[in-house]
């Protein structure tokens, strides 16, 4: 049954106060009819005592008044209509079909909010996804089920790092994959720049887009990755497909989400964003992974610019406690020219000791990974030394981690944006830089291995 | 009045929090059922004859004027026979049931499991006589639950008497295994199912100083900052520094006979990653699998936040059911951050007036609380018997500020400071625990336990690598300003021999199946191979225009790094006696120039 109230009492930011209610559920979906609109606008419940609601909307509240107002509660979660026909499709960041085709047919209804995975019935994340790029693919090792965001800052250019990945990732059985892709509060470049980028590798048909840019409603934003996560989790457990998912940008929606604790007058935590932030950001990541009895997965890759290349602010830092790592897209890099800038010791992927050895990769990886780790900070260290010093107060060991630190840079890390490089091919550069340096320095790797691999 | 007949009707829902009215009956953290769902609740706060009602599943469609039963009890832990090689979520239903119930891999609202499968029948064998006086604490009978732990039927508190049967055979939980006539003739029946508030510390008589360190096998713990079996301790650290990591590797090679796991608000491929790994790891102290002596609780970050809140005391009651056995227990509890912030979400929800970082004031109150249930301690019981729960805690500071309130609370009551360092996982050194910054209480406790079972010398040796690695980073100041060149020869011994600790010797590989776990002896053994080297060196370097590079090119200096691939105690001595040889015979060759 639905019930509709004119018993609008307050409209404060994007919270609307309405009184007298009954049988009002907590998290119910609510229409707002503005009187002179045709369509209603939605928000949902976000608090509930026994006569009065609080009312979050996902549009603005602009034009809204407090008499004449008509609410309408659905009696029921926001719902996402899902099919497989959303591939090839362009949505709205609230889930309305923007690229002037036909509405999808709904073959199921699926809550937004989405339910916890069961820890029990998950299965570990472990096969390898090969992107291409050497240093995330021997160095940060991205496995298929894994959440693993980019942290980038303003200007750096974690666009191109994201559609590279998207482009060249794979998986080496074949099997079918989607993409789903979803912007927050983004500009419309930005939002096109993927877009093409997508259509430009024919993805397009594999793929589908939930839009919200920059001039769309704020609320909006924090309804996008739920929808986004829900088409992805259809395809991946009940179309067994493989499902990569970008999110960008998680920072714009902390912002969005801070709008609203804040119209809510609720305590804040650290600056100003609400202390269930953590808990937030914990309902979107946990949502990647896989399990038991299904064949896909779902793997993440959400994108957030840190204020002030800050990773410490809380959105960073709390992402970086929930995911399984990050990419740090480095501005040093960057500005030196190299491509693909990410930033090799700043960046983690948890998951990596699953997807490589043998069978997998190769049996060398985990060992020339660490060494090659070592041996780069070691010769960041001596650059820095060098800095201070000069060159030639370094000693022989040192010089020759500095060169290497060079090489590895300009060889490893920059290898451009349309390079692609089969695992095997970035090891092999590996072990090639490693002969640069002294023998007994190679301390992480085991004799054999040295034996087997370096001579070749 | 039957709690069943009350008319309790919900009046505000906000997220985790609902209120309801009518409660004028209520208990402060007595159990409700919210809903025709029937949510689990529990109530935390009454005012006139409303009651706050934390409810430990999503609300998404609950509304006011729905029901809320009262069920009368407190929130109990379950403990019986059965415990071990469960995996529960923070309010012990076993997820592998939850996974059955909800016929999905997603967890449904409102399942009712038991926390113990009350069907198995254990075979129950007497310990106590028919005739013997008893008193809470004392074992009546044991079950072997798993190949490594006989679980002991003990006379729950509040109940002593005399035995006037006893049975022997198969039960489930919920059969009769005795009866106990109490002092006023009444005849208490004894089933092997106990339940306890999770609230409440179960008691003991007293509490003793710990004085035996809990071996892990990480040799920057049980080396340089050691925790008791009985203490407290904590590892904060940034993330990316390796908390989890930690945590997991003292779990699974830790001398402790019980573990009980807290996967409080964290990662779910992580609790994922312990199911499938723990069940085929081997216990390098007994042979047998590591699931056999452990009980995981996972309440991943997306499950709901009330239930983590709860988690951390579920864990810890647990524990100290086995404590009371006389076993030595580990907790580990990861993250208790995620624990005071779902204490946060709840108070702000409440309305409370908040404390520092929005946190409420009881923060370190009952933080405290937490830690203090560690420790060793006479057990109840007429029979004598020792029991220690080691508690150990990880803290995930925002930005790795140990400033902030968790980490201070936290602080204020762990005797045993890890402090991860973000600067060294950058580098890759793990464990990232920072040596300069970290500290141990218990050093001092531990010193006639060294003497007695490892060797004379370990403390000396240790507080000699404390000195080295602090001297170190003093000299790496002045290394920084001007240069190696400036150092005089025993400086740059200092140096060497320093990062030979750091890279040979603190440095240890979790992931490496050799390298993850090291004896006491072996530890003791590297570390005074490359002390020798150290000790010799000085009074060779300290010669007036001796060549350093001489000294780094010997043979046994090479070796260093070879060190932790040794076994056996003999090699040690063999490579000290080689390093006494060569360093000695530098001194010869110096001195005939």
């Known amino acids: ?456 | 009045m039957n709690p069943e007949e009350t008319t309790s009707k919900i009046i505000r829902v906000s997220g985790p929090l609902v209120q309801a009215d009518n409660m004028r009956d209520a208990k402060m953290y007595e159990v409700v059922r919210v809903s025709s769902e029937k949510l689990l609740g529990e109530i935390i706060e009454l005012n006139g004859d409303i009651a706050s009602i934390q409810v430990y599943e999503e609300t998404a469609g609950i509304g006011p004027g729905e029901i809320v039963v009262r069920t009368g009890k407190t929130m109990s832990a379950m403990l019986a026979p059965g415990l071990l090689e469960s995996i529960y979520d923070g309010i012990q239903r076993p997820l592998k049931l939850i996974e059955s119930e909800s016929g999905d891999h997603f967890i449904a609202r409102g399942i009712e499991v038991a926390g113990i499968d009350l069907k198995k029948k254990w075979e129950f064998k007497p310990l106590a006589q028919k005739g013997d006086v008893v008193s809470e604490g004392n074992f009546l009978g044991e079950v072997q639950e798993t190949t490594l732990i006989a679980h002991k039927i003990m006379v729950p508190p509040g109940i002593s008497g005399t035995v006037k049967e006893i049975k022997t055979g198969e039960f489930t939980v919920k059969e009769t295994v005795a009866v106990i006539e109490t002092k006023d003739g009444e005849e208490k029946e004894i089933q092997m199912l106990q339940y306890w508030p999770i609230r409440r510390p179960r008691p003991v008589k007293n509490k003793i100083f710990p004085d035996q360190p809990m071996v892990t096998g990480v040799r920057t713990i049980d080396t340089l900052f050691p925790i008791a079996k009985g203490g407290a301790g904590c590892i904060p650290g940034p993330f990316g520094a390796g908390k989890t990591v930690t945590q997991q590797s003292i779990a699974k090679y830790c001398d402790a006979e019980v573990i009980v796991y807290i996967g409080c608000g964290e990662r779910g491929n992580e609790m994922t990653e312990v199911l499938d790994e723990f069940p085929k790891l081997i216990d390098p102290n007994t042979g047998e699998p590591l699931m056999k002596r452990t009980v995981l609780i996972a309440n991943t970050s997306n499950m709901p936040v009330a239930a983590r809140e709860a988690s951390v005391y579920t864990g810890i009651t647990i524990a100290e059911y086995y404590r009371d056995m006389g076993y030595s227990v580990a907790l580990m509890a990861d993250s208790t951050s995620r624990w005071a912030e779902a204490m946060r979400e709840i108070s702000g929800r409440m309305e409370e007036m908040p404390g520092e970082e929005g946190y409420p004031a009881y923060l370190s109150s009952r933080t405290a609380e937490f830690y203090e249930r560690a420790g060793r301690a006479n057990l109840l019981g007429s029979e004598k018997r020792i029991g220690a729960l080691t508690v150990i805690g990880a803290v995930s500071p925002p930005g790795g500020d140990l400033s902030e309130p968790v980490s201070q609370a936290t602080l204020r009551v762990t005797k045993c400071f890890w402090g991860l360092d973000g600067a060294l996982a950058y580098k890759k050194h793990f464990p990232s625990i920072n040596w300069l910054t970290s500290y141990s209480l218990y050093v001092e406790n531990f010193k006639d336990y060294w003497t007695n079972n490892i060797a004379p010398d370990f403390a000396q040796n240790r507080a000699l690598t404390m000195n080295i690695l602090q001297e170190e980073s003093k000299l790496m100041e002045i290394v920084r300003l001007v240069g190696m060149e400036a150092l005089s020869n025993e400086e740059k011994l200092t140096l060497e021999i320093a990062r030979s600790i750091r890279e040979d010797y603190l440095f240890q590989n979790a992931f490496d199946k050799d390298d993850a776990y090291t004896p006491p002896q072996i530890q003791y053994g590297i570390l005074k191979s490359i002390l020798t080297v150290y000790k010799e060196g000085k009074a060779v370097v300290s010669k007036e225009d001796f060549n350093f590079n001489e000294f780094k090119k010997l043979e046994t200096v090479k070796n260093l790094q070879t060190l932790k691939n040794k076994k056996d105690p003999e090699e040690f001595k063999s490579f000290q006696d080689k390093a006494h040889e060569e360093i000695s015979s530098l001194c010869v060759g110096t001195s005939a120039d």
């Open chain 1, 1 to 456: 049954m639905q019930k509709e109230y004119k018993t609008v009492e307050s409209i404060s930011g994007p919270l609307l106060v309405v009184t007298g209610i009954e049988g009002v559920k907590y998290d119910e979906l609510v229409e707002v009819e503005v009187p002179g609109e045709n369509t209603p606008r939605i928000g949902k419940v976000l608090d509930i005592s026994k006569d009065k609601a609080i009312v979050q909307m996902f549009s603005p509240t602009t034009g809204v008044q407090t008499h004449n107002t008509k609410v309408r509660f659905r009696g029921e979660t926001f719902k996402l209509g899902v099919s497989k026909d959303m591939l090839g499709r362009v949505f709205s960041g609230g889930g309305k079909v923007l690229d002037g085709g036909p509405e999808i047919i709904p073959e199921k209804k699926l809550d937004i909010a989405g339910a916890p995975i069961n820890p029990y019935s998950r299965e570990f994340p472990n096969d390898f996804i090969q992107t291409g790029i050497s240093s995330i693919d021997v160095m940060n090792t991205l496995v298929r089920g894994q959440k693993l965001p980019i942290f980038s800052g303003a200007g750096l250019p974690h666009n191109r790092l994201a559609a590279q990945i998207a482009r060249q990732a794979k998986v080496t059985t074949g099997e079918d994959f989607a993409i789903v892709f979803a912007t927050m509060g983004v500009t419309f470049e930005e939002a096109e720049y993927f877009k093409k980028e997508i259509e430009k590798t024919g993805a397009m048909s594999r793929s589908v887009l939930f839009m919200n840019i920059a001039a769309d409603p704020v609320v909006e934003r924090i309804t996008t990755p739920r929808l986004a996560l829900t088409a992805a989790e259809y395809l991946a457990f009940e179309h067994d497909m493989h499902v990569l998912v970008i999110l960008t940008d998680m920072t714009n929606y902390a912002e969005a989400l801070r709008e609203v604790s804040s119209a809510r007058k609720e305590v804040p935590g650290r600056r100003g964003y609400p202390g269930y932030l953590y808990t937030d950001f914990a309902t979107l990541y946990e949502r990647a992974g896989r399990v038991k009895g299904k064949k896909g997965t779902i793997t993440q890759i959400p994108i957030l610019t840190m204020p002030d290349d800050d990773k410490t602010h809380p959105i960073p830092d709390l992402t970086g406690y929930i995911t399984e790592g990050q990419f740090i897209v480095s501005r040093d890099l960057n500005t030196r020219g190299l491509f693909p800038p990410v930033d090799v010791q700043g960046s983690l992927s948890r998951l990596w000791s699953a997807g490589v050895g043998e069978g997998k990769t190769r049996e060398d990886h985990a060992q020339i990974k660490d060494q090659l780790f070592a041996s780069y900070a070691q010769g960041k260290e001596a650059r820095e030394l060098a800095v201070v010093l000069g060159e030639s107060s370094l000693d022989d060991s040192d010089r020759a981690h500095l060169k290497f630190a060079d090489e590895f840079e300009k060889q490893f890390i920059n290898q451009g944006e349309t390079t692609e490089r089969a695992i095997e091919e970035s090891l092999d550069l590996g072990w090639k830089l490693l002969k640069m340096l002294p023998r007994g320095t190679l301390k992480r790797i085991k004799p054999e291995m040295i034996e087997k691999y370096l001579k070749s």
